[in-house]
């Protein structure tokens, strides 16, 4: 989802809406003074983003965590890489899903649409349907590690490294999805935590001319 594509999408959730309420205290963007607001501007500048996601407010009480977490997703999840953008945002996904994770879950889920992403390959990844046709053989095993890394990681063995390289994902793509899985569960947790609901976006891109899936994915994004 290009920055441009993102504005019109996150308008339905954040735009004229005012403060989400949340189980803790975040700064909003009114009430945000020296270093948060620093941090908020260079995120609305540098991005082209009408406004600070919630789950980047949930990081508000420390400046430093918060410049970290931006740094951390936009160079991990929101970047090529070594799996490249759609294979992040599956993974993004479908680890949202297993850590019921509505925030997540939608943002990650409309940006893997605007990767192009069907609805059958999200509703696969949503339901947790990993046999689903609209799931292709190689990243069905990237993702049923996936699986293991995220409900059981201390069963993770060299014989699940052994498989994945064995159908055709070397060690710097098998540790990415490592670093993007780990990440999620640490996103979720505090989304969930904190309270956040949903932002509708991927209902929002489904109801507007957006929903066409991007055929050139090498676009800019940011922590939704």
């Not at 600070?52 to 990081?59: A, H, N, Q, S």
């Not at 990650?108 to 390959?121: E, I, V």
């Not at 999805?177 to 904190?194: D, G, K, L, T």
């Amino acid at each position: 989802m290009s920055t441009s594509d993102y504005a019109v999408a996150s308008g339905l959730g954040q735009v004229g809406m005012g403060p989400v309420p949340t189980h803790l205290p975040v700064v909003e963007e009114a009430d945000a003074t020296g270093e948060v607001a620093d941090a908020y501007r260079y995120f609305r500048e540098h991005f082209g983003r009408p406004a600070v996601p919630g789950i980047l407010k949930c990081f508000s009480s420390s400046p430093e965590m918060l410049r970290i977490v931006m740094q951390l997703g936009s160079t991990l999840v929101f970047s090529e890489g070594v799996l490249g953008r759609r294979m992040k945002e599956m993974i993004a996904t479908y680890v949202s899903a297993l850590n019921a994770c509505p925030y997540c879950l939608d943002s990650h889920a409309a940006s893997l649409r605007a990767q192009g992403g069907n609805d059958a390959q999200l509703n696969a990844l949503a339901t947790g349907d990993l046999g689903d046709d609209s799931i292709g053989a190689h990243e069905r095993h990237l993702l049923e590690f996936v699986h293991k890394i995220t409900v059981e990681s201390h069963k993770v063995d060299a014989a699940d490294i052994l498989n994945l390289r064995a159908s055709g994902w070397d060690e710097r793509q098998i540790a990415e999805s490592i670093h993007v899985a780990a990440m999620f569960a640490c996103f979720n947790r505090v989304a969930n935590a904190f309270g956040l609901p949903s932002q509708d976006l991927l209902k929002h891109l489904r109801d507007t001319a957006l929903t066409e899936p991007r055929k050139d994915p090498s676009t800019k994004e940011t922590i939704v």
